[in-house]
Nanobody, 129 residues
Framework: QVQLVESGGGSVQVGGSLRLPCVAS????????MGWFRQAPGKDREGVAS????????FYADSVKDRFTISRDGTKNTVYLQMNSLKPEDTAMYYC??????????????????????WGQGTQVTVSS
């Protein structure tokens, strides 16, 4: 059983930082990519950053380039999203997602040329001025 568990969300002031970890459990043999998405109230879910598991190449949405960094710790099956210089428009529910060779547990979204089909429950990030 594949499972993704996010944490690290919270409230922060403009210009602050947060780090979101996502721990993956279960059989990860057919995992290809992991990523972070976000969804603000009344808006569609959008890709933020992704990282390939075979060569650690990364991809970012234009809105977060130079502010957010995605990384992975293969020994812990954990992917991190380091968010710096946070803005009010970064306020959203943040979801960890994976591109895996298994039936999806929710939406299927293409981001950075990869197909994400497995999702965590999300963690809320609120940025206030």
């Amino acid at each position: 059983q594949v499972q993704l568990v996010e944490s690290g969300g919270g409230s922060v002031q403009v210009g602050g930082s947060l780090r979101l970890p996502c721990v993956a459990s279960g059989s990860t043999y057919h995992w290809y990519t992991m990523g972070w998405f976000r969804q603000a109230p009344g808006k569609d879910r959008e890709g933020v950053a992704s990282i390939r598991l075979d060569r650690s190449s990364t991809f970012y949405a234009d809105s977060v380039k130079d502010r957010f960094t995605i990384s992975r710790d293969g020994t812990k099956n954990t992917v991190y999203l380091q968010m710096n210089s946070l803005k009010p428009e970064d306020t959203a529910m943040y979801y960890c997602a994976a591109e895996v060779n298994t039936p999806p547990n929710g939406r299927v979204i293409v981001f950075g040329g990869r197909v994400f089909n497995y999702w965590g429950q999300g963690t809320q990030v609120t940025v206030s001025s």
